[in-house]
């Protein structure tokens, strides 16, 4: 029987948290599991007290406590100390305003079983409280994250993975660097680290989680303040690593020709509705990472969208 932790980290949506927690409740598996909620609010810490309320009803052992320094990188790192306290194989990752599908644990054990993979990504299909127009539906945050499954290259993002324990034993610590706390972009950073260590990846297209899209985030402006804030998040960790002058050079030249597609892509865009805002987006990503070029840094999670 696989063990599992499920490490949750959250800061201000309890109301999220709850939904998030009754969904686990209803997982359909064989496994066993913990739940892990780190509360990265120090002053009201309202999901560690929910927690604390249901957890003496609750189908799985719920450990939860205060992540007082402030950060989702901070967080995540709290989470793995946690983690590797218990005597758990894997920890599968989840953000407080996703909710799994009743196969999802499942579904991601099979596929690690089938490949060996040591982290894997599943599919995120977005919940919207106010549907988006048409024309930002294709931009990231509100496009459902669906793949092949099987074994991939690369994954860069912790909404939705599961990984086996030695990805956290065998990383020097801080797992997730802090520079990137409210900036974002702390999970790309793993993943390279992770990637250069040798690890092997893959996709679970199978294990299926909502994630909730309210109504502030459902607009043009903040796909395009994403787009910054992924560029930007992006350069900083290809920066971190100092690139040669030749990879330099290529990511110039990228930045360039993102700004230089912008007009073309809006024009050949413009009759197809659902990607009409791609060349914006492109655009908008690309003047993110030659901010950081210039030492700017987009802190995308000092706001926060959702109950």
Known sequence: MAEVAICIPTFRRPRSLERLLAAIE???TRAAVTVIVADNDAATHEGHDLCRRIAPFYRWPLDSFVAGERGIAQARNALTERLLKTG????????????????WLDAFLKVQWDTGADALHGAVVPV???????SVAECDGMASQRGTTGPCAMIRSTANVLLTRACFEDMPKPCFDPAFGLSGGED????????????RFAYADEAVVNAFVPASRATLAWALKRAYRVGNSDM?????????ARQFAGECVKIAGAFAAVPVMSVWLAARPA???????????????????????Y?????????
């Open 26 to 28: 209803k997982l359909e």
């Open 88 to 103: 758990a194989k894997f920890a599968a990752m989840l953000d407080d305003d996703e909710w799994p599908e009743p196969g």
């Open 128 to 134: 919207f409280e106010t549907r988006p127009r048409q």
């Open 188 to 199: 790309r950073d793993f993943f390279t680290r992770l990637k250069a260590r040798g690890a």
């Open 236 to 244: 900083r960790v290809f920066l971190k690593y100092r690139p040669s």
């Open 275 to 297: 990607r009409r805002a791609i060349g914006l987006w492109k655009g908008f990503r690309a003047a993110g990472k030659l901010m950081a070029l210039f030492g700017h840094r």
């Open 299 to 307: 802190d995308e999670y000092s706001v926060i969208h959702g109950a």
